[in-house]
């Protein structure tokens, strides 16, 4: 079992920016591709990024590509995502999730975190 817990949301205004981070406990010495997911109101969850249980590939969705930089320290078992030049369309709540595959499924990742709101102001 994994479990992860996500930090970092909150309210801030078009343009600025914010870094989500992602604590993982349980069996972390498991080899594990980590992703971040968002779900805005009235819409399906959707793929933001992911990284390599090495932290040497990642992969983002277009419409984060360019503003938003995955990244995992091993040694603390966290993942971050940093988020620049945010727009009120990035408003959603930020989920985590662990995966044994390299995917963007959302139906392929194990584990999740509760969450974490994040809102951009116009």
């Known amino acids: 079992q994994v479990q992860l817990v996500e930090s970092g949301g909150g309210l801030v205004q078009a343009g600025g920016s914010l870094r989500l981070s992602c604590a993982a406990s349980g069996r972390t010495g498991s080899s594990y591709d980590m992703g971040w997911f968002r779900q805005a109101p009235g819409k399906e969850r959707e793929f933001v990024a992911t990284?390599?249980?090495?932290?040497?590939?990642?992969r983002y969705a277009d419409s984060v590509k360019g503003r938003f930089t995955i990244s995992r320290d091993s040694a603390k078992s966290t993942v971050y995502l940093q988020m620049n030049s945010l727009k009120p369309e990035d408003t959603a709540i930020y989920y985590c999730?662990?995966?044994?595959?390299?995917?963007?499924?959302?139906?392929?990742?194990?584990?999740w975190g509760q969450g974490t709101q994040v809102t951009i102001s116009s």
């Open positions: 999730a662990a995966t044994t595959y390299t995917t963007t499924n959302t139906k392929l990742y194990d584990y």
């Open positions: 990284i390599s249980w090495g932290g040497r590939s990642t």
